[in-house]
């Protein structure tokens, strides 16, 4: 059994899409065809803009299959006391599928990602996670965090 674990690049566009798509088979998301084809079309168009600047995917392959997969999204935004380099990182889509799961596989993604965050120059790195994912994001060093004192997240949606 041969193990790759490594970052994405250009050539595994078909891979991150495919892999996204999976992602949300797991989460039992409904994807209507019509969502399918934009979020195809945006996916592709962001990962050729953002891959290895401002998006990163650590990849688990076995055996030449894709097992375990996370993604990065680095933001810019105006530094201040909470994140002082004004770079932050969201992770998401840590998907390890079932015939591949209590390898060590994710826990791999992560520490690709981790890496990359800190050679990125992120204040730090945030998530949400599932229940199945918790324990491995807090043995990873990943704390819950609590609402602000000072504000109120809220979200107005434009789709």
Not at 26 to 48: F, G, P
Not at 82 to 102: A, C, D, I, W
Not at 112 to 131: G, H, T, V
Request: some cysteine; glycine content about 4%.
């Amino acid at each position: 059994m041969s193990v790759n674990i490594r970052m994405a690049s250009l050539d595994d566009i078909d891979d991150l899409v495919k892999v996204r798509f999976d992602y949300f088979s797991a989460e039992n998301w409904e994807v209507s065809s019509e969502q399918c084809k934009v979020i195809e079309t945006s996916l592709r168009q962001y990962y050729l803009k953002y891959l290895d600047t401002d998006f990163f995917a650590a990849i688990v392959e076995v055996d030449g299959r894709i097992a375990s997969v996370a993604f990065l999204a680095i933001s810019n935004k105006p530094a201040n006391l909470s994140f002082p380099s004004g770079r932050t990182g969201t992770v998401f889509n840590v998907l390890t599928y079932p015939e591949f799961r209590k390898r060590g596989y994710a826990t791999s993604t992560m520490n690709l990602l981790i890496d990359q965050a800190k050679k990125q120059n992120l204040s730090f790195i945030e998530l949400s996670a599932s229940a199945l994912g918790k324990p491995l994001y807090q043995k990873l060093g990943f704390n819950e965090t609590k609402p602000s004192e000072h504000f109120i997240n809220m979200k107005l949606s434009l789709l």
